[in-house]
């Protein structure tokens, strides 16, 4: 059974940073893409970034320069830095990752982003 499980979220002032985690287990992120979502209320689930299996990342405009995405094939992980944090990116984060037949996505992990 393929399970992702998002973790790092949390209440932090504009400015800040955190770090978001998403692990996997009955499905291995090699060779795979993987991306990181957010869902504000009342809006649309966006791609904030994602990372191809070569190391290729893209980001939202709104992403760039302040998140970055990166691996750890040996932790099977995927990893979302995220600095100088405004109320906007306030929303549920999701990681997700896509096979020939099927797309897998975590519970998500609530940004809290204080003004």
């Known amino acids: 059974q393929v399970q992702l499980v998002e973790s790092g979220g949390g209440l932090v002032q504009a400015g800040g940073s955190l770090r978001l985690s998403c692990t996997a287990s009955?499905?291995?992120?090699?060779?795979?893409?993987i991306g990181w979502y957010r869902q504000a209320p009342g809006k649309q689930r966006e791609l904030v970034a994602g990372?191809?299996?070569?190391?290729?990342?893209n980001y939202a405009d709104s992403a760039k320069g302040r998140l970055t995405i990166s691996r750890d094939s040996a932790k099977n992980a995927v990893y979302l830095q995220m600095n100088s944090l405004k109320p906007e990116d306030t929303a549920v984060y999701y990681c997700n990752v896509k096979t020939y037949s099927s797309t897998y996505w975590g519970q998500g992990t609530q940004v809290t982003v204080s003004s």
């Open positions: 009955g499905i291995t992120f090699t060779g795979k893409t």
């Open positions: 990372i191809s299996s070569s190391g290729t990342t």
